[in-house]
């Protein structure tokens, strides 16, 4: 079992940055691929990065790509995501989602993950 709490959102304006944090319990995290998924009002949940177990693998999604950073720190039990030139189009809840790992895949799929939080707002104004 695996408790998620994300932190870190806010409200900032367009083209500054911002960095998540998703801390988990349990002490087994070093087990786990990670990943960020955020929802906009209205609209479905959707993926925005990914990291293996080990952190040796990330995946991002095009949206996103070459403005966030996915990284962990097993000994903290911490899964971050950094972005960077933020837009009004980056303004959803974002969510923190944990799997047991049996590989050094990453998952880019909300049905790949069993574990999930409760969220962080993030509303980028313009």
């Known amino acids: 079992q695996v408790q998620l709490v994300e932190s870190g959102g806010g409200l900032v304006q367009a083209g500054d940055s911002l960095r998540l944090s998703c801390a988990a319990s349990?002490?087994?995290?070093?087990?786990?691929?990670m990943g960020w998924f955020r929802q906009p009002t209205g609209k479905e949940r959707e993926f925005v990065a990914a990291?293996?177990?080990?952190?040796?693998?990330?995946a991002y999604a095009d949206s996103v790509k070459g403005r966030a950073t996915i990284s962990r720190d097993n000994a903290k039990n911490t899964v971050y995501l950094q972005m960077n030139s933020l837009k009004p189009e980056d303004t959803a809840v974002y969510y923190c989602?944990?799997?047991?790992?049996?590989?050094?895949?990453?998952?880019?799929?909300?049905?790949?993950?069993?574990?999930w939080g409760q969220g962080t707002q993030v509303t980028v104004s313009s």
């Open positions: 349990g002490r087994t995290f070093s087990s786990y691929a």
């Open positions: 989602a944990a799997r047991f790992a049996v590989s050094r895949l990453t998952y880019a799929e909300r049905n790949d993950y069993n574990y």
């Open positions: 990291i293996s177990w080990s952190g040796g693998n990330t």
